[in-house]
Each structure stands twice: as structure tokens, then as C-alpha cells.
């Protein structure tokens, strides 16, 4: 079964600077979906980054980048130009590319980073 | 907001009351989930519904009962819970197909069970 493991239970930035969250994973599969989820205090849950596995490309979406590393499984999320509405709970998330009987996508979320960002 | 919304947004129960939670989605998606959110855990998948008909229950326990009508709305019956069940749930929806589609967040239910 897959697993996602996210080592920082809480991270802090300074508005304006870069922040990096991390977020390892294990697997056996050689296809498969990544994902950045924010969850902000009033807690949507919203799509912050997506990454496809094939790809060797990093998937970046304004100022946000993911550093995709497959070897060593590893997906960390870069913001830069840190802004207070950035702060916010960070999910990283797998999703097999097998689908389940019936067809549906299944995501296996880490704990979270707590981030916070001070002004 | 996104296109999932939720039903109530908060909620008190004793254990021996029965409620429901309602999910519905505007997005024109085929599959809909419950997560159960608990702090300090990952996010707990409860049940899948395809098309309207239940692909995955992830060992739940029966005292939650989904039902999905159509493929908009989905509920999560509730009855005589236990306060360990106190949680945030959240609904999602997500479009069917190969490729790697996310899945959409309603802004979930605060239950608080005494």
C-alpha cells in the first residue's frame, strides 16, 4: 500500500521570503499522480499543485513549484514571495494511476504541514 | 467556494440522536467521497460512490450509513455515535477517467459528539 509521509508537522515564513515543504512517499508503482492540497482556517480544501509521475518536467503554477525527484520520492512544495493568505494546512497527496472497481480515483493524504506566515 | 457544498457546516449530536449530513455537487462529477479529518491524522477515506453505487467502504463502522440518490448528492446518516467520532468531514467529487483529475472539497461538517 501506498504511504505519504510529511516530516514537518508545522513550518513558519517570513512574508515576502521562500518556503519549502516536503513530502516523501513509497510506492511500487512507476505511474502515478501527485498533489499540493491547501486547507486554509476556514477549511476548503483546495487544489494548490498537481504533478504527473511521467513527466520530468516540475509542475509550477505562479508562485508555487514542486521539486518532483522520483528516484529518491520525493515531491516538495516551493512557495516564494510568501503572502499572509498563504498560510494554511498543506497536504500532499497520491493517487494511483489503477483504478479501483468501478473506476473512482483514490488519494492517500500525509498528515500535514502547519504553515504559518508572518507578517 | 468550490462547486461542492455541505450540510450543516456544524453540528452538536448526543449519542443517541440521529442526524444526516448532506453533500452536493455542481460540477457535473460521476464519483463522490467522505473523508473523516481528525487532527494530527491523515485525511481518512470513508466511503466511494460511482455513478450512485458504492465501490468502496474502508471498513466503517455501521453506525455511519452513506446513500447517494444521484450522482449530486450524497449523505452520511449518522446514529448513535460515539465521541471518538468527533471529526471534521469533508465531501468530495471528482470527474471519472484515466487520467489524474483531482478531486474537489466541499468545506466540511464540524461534528461534535457528547
Known amino acids: 500500500a501506498q504511504t505519504v509521509t510529511q516530516s514537518q508537522p508545522e513550518m513558519s515564513v517570513q512574508e515576502a521570503e521562500t518556503v519549502t515543504l516536503s513530502c516523501t512517499y513509497d510506492?511500487?508503482?512507476?505511474?502515478?499522480?501527485l498533489f499540493w492540497y491547501k486547507q486554509p482556517p476556514s477549511r476548503q480544501m483546495i487544489l494548490v499543485i498537481r504533478?504527473?509521475?511521467?513527466?520530468?518536467q516540475n509542475a509550477t503554477e505562479n508562485r508555487f513549484s514542486v521539486n518532483f525527484q522520483k528516484a529518491a520520492k520525493s515531491f516538495s512544495l516551493k512557495i516564494s514571495d510568501s503572502q499572509l493568505g498563504d498560510a494554511a494546512m498543506y497536504f500532499c497527496a497520491y493517487r494511483s494511476p489503477t483504478l479501483s472497481q468501478g473506476g473512482s480515483e483514490k488519494l492517500v493524504f500525509g498528515k500535514g504541514t502547519k504553515l504559518t506566515v508572518n507578517p | 467556494e468550490t462547486g461542492v457544498t455541505q450540510t450543516p457546516r456544524h453540528l452538536v449530536m448526543g449519542m443517541t440522536n440521529k442526524k444526516s449530513l448532506k453533500c452536493e455537487q455542481h460540477l457535473g462529477h460521476n464519483a463522490m467521497y467522505w473523508y473523516k479529518q481528525s487532527a494530527k491524522k491523515p485525511l481518512e477515506l470513508m466511503f466511494v460512490y460511482n455513478f450512485k453505487e458504492q465501490t468502496e467502504n474502508n471498513s466503517v463502522p455501521s453506525r455511519f450509513s452513506p446513500e447517494c440518490p444521484n450522482s449530486s448528492h450524497l449523505f452520511l446518516h449518522l446514529h448513535t455515535l460515539q465521541p471518538e467520532d468527533s471529526a471534521l468531514y469533508l465531501c468530495?467529487?471528482?470527474?471519472?477517467?484515466?487520467?489524474?483529475?483531482?478531486?474537489?472539497f466541499g468545506p466540511g461538517t464540524r461534528l461534535t459528539v457528547t
Open positions: 504533478q504527473e509521475a511521467y513527466k520530468q
Open positions: 468530495a467529487s471528482s470527474p471519472i477517467g484515466r487520467e489524474g483529475y483531482e478531486q474537489y
Open positions: 510506492t511500487s508503482e512507476s505511474d502515478y499522480y
